[in-house]
Structures are given as structure tokens and as C-alpha cells.
């Protein structure tokens, strides 16, 4: 089992750049969650979708983010345009149906200049 | 704002030793999860305790549940040097996970 796979593990960018992060949830599972770590906030839920449909994007900041899962084993997170706030590591997590333990990825480190 | 809220922030002890961490909540919840991250790495999960349970263990974790106080704690027995990472409590309310914003422990050899 490969486990939660994101892509890229790093990312640098300048303002006012697009921005895409890429995540491969775990075979089977059918949670997807998509979470930003920052030493002020914490670690935040930002979406979260089931069976490829968006559930809860309450934690999206705004319009400039946006998250798309078009198949089960694909999700994007979307950042256009950056903004040096956003600078944070970004996570990707799966679980399984019926269970409520979530597995996370390596995270994909993302600074905005 | 974080639902889960751990105590200490920060705790450094000796090898050998053991280690606890409390978090404290606010609404109901369906379990309470605890997860450890070390650093420059993802969240890994560690024990899950249900809203009926009042203890779990697994290995050297003893996790503890007061419903009535909305707390929780995670005890780590005989720490060693690898047990070395932040450590964060989750409540589970129905789907999603709201984390606390974790205790970094430290244990020296």
C-alpha cells in the first residue's frame, strides 16, 4: 500500500501565480480531505468531499481557492492568484467507509514570495 | 477556532519516562482520535477512543475519556527517544475531524 501520495512535496512561487497541488488518496478509500497547516491557525480543514462529490468547503478562504476530485483517485487544490499568505503545507487525507481513522500524506510545502 | 485544545504546549522529559498530554473540547463528539506528527512529515493516527468508551489502550498509549468534562488524555509509558514529535488530539463530530493544536514532545536520550 503506497499510501496518501501528493505531489509536488515542495512549492515555490511568486505572487500572484497559479498555483496546483495534486493528491492520490488511498485505493478504496472514499473520503477525501484537504487540510492547511500553519503555525497561527493550526492545522484547518479547507474541504472535504465523499464519493467524489464536495461535502463541506466551509473552510475554503475564499474565491481563490478551489478543489475538484474528478475521479476516485485524483483530487486538485487550486490557488489562483497566490498570495504570500497562503504560504503554509498543505495536506491531503483519505479514509476508508465506515471507518474513522484518516490517513495523511507527506504534505506538499508551498512558499509564496 | 480549534475545538480540541491540548495541554501542555510543550513538554520535554527523560528517556524512560512517561509522558501525558490532556485536550480539553467543547461540543459533543462521536470519538476523540489522537495523531502524532513528526517533524516535516503528515499526521499519522495512533488510537481512537468512542464517546461510551472511558479507557483504551494500545501498546505503550493509554488514552482516557471524561465526557462529562469534555477532556481527554494520552499517556505514552516508558518514552523513548523516538517518541519525539508534536502530538494532536481530534474530535470527530459527525464526518470531520477538528484538531487541537498539539503538544511537542520532546524526549532526550
Known amino acids: 500500500d503506497a499510501g496518501v501520495i501528493q505531489s509536488p512535496r515542495h512549492e515555490v512561487t511568486e505572487m500572484g501565480q497559479e498555483v496546483t497541488l495534486r493528491c492520490k488518496p488511498i485505493s478504496g478509500h472514499n473520503s477525501l480531505f484537504w487540510y492547511r497547516q500553519t503555525m497561527m491557525r493550526g492545522l484547518e480543514l479547507l474541504i472535504y468531499?465523499?464519493?467524489?462529490?464536495?461535502?463541506?468547503d466551509s473552510g475554503m478562504p475564499e474565491d481563490r481557492f478551489s478543489a475538484k476530485m474528478p475521479n476516485a483517485s485524483f483530487s486538485t487544490l487550486k490557488i489562483q492568484p497566490s498570495e504570500p499568505r497562503d504560504s503554509a503545507v498543505y495536506f491531503c487525507?483519505?479514509?476508508?467507509?465506515?471507518?474513522?481513522?484518516?490517513?495523511f500524506g507527506p504534505g506538499t510545502r508551498l512558499t509564496v514570495t | 477556532s480549534q475545538q480540541g485544545e491540548e495541554d501542555p504546549q510543550a513538554l520535554s522529559i527523560q528517556e524512560g519516562e512517561n509522558a501525558t498530554m490532556n485536550c480539553s473540547y467543547k461540543t459533543s463528539i462521536n470519538n476523540l482520535q489522537w495523531y502524532r506528527q513528526n517533524s516535516g512529515r503528515g499526521l499519522v493516527h495512533l488510537i481512537l477512543i468512542r464517546s461510551n468508551e472511558r479507557e483504551k489502550h494500545s501498546g505503550r498509549l493509554r488514552v482516557t475519556l471524561d465526557t462529562s468534562k469534555k477532556s481527554s488524555s494520552l499517556l505514552i509509558t516508558a518514552s523513548r527517544a523516538a517518541d519525539t514529535a508534536s502530538y494532536f488530539c481530534a474530535t470527530d463530530e459527525g464526518s470531520r475531524l477538528t484538531f487541537g493544536e498539539g503538544t511537542q514532545l520532546t524526549v532526550n536520550p
Open positions: 468531499f465523499n464519493n467524489n462529490v464536495p461535502i463541506d
Open positions: 487525507a483519505s479514509r476508508r467507509q465506515g471507518l474513522y481513522e484518516q490517513y
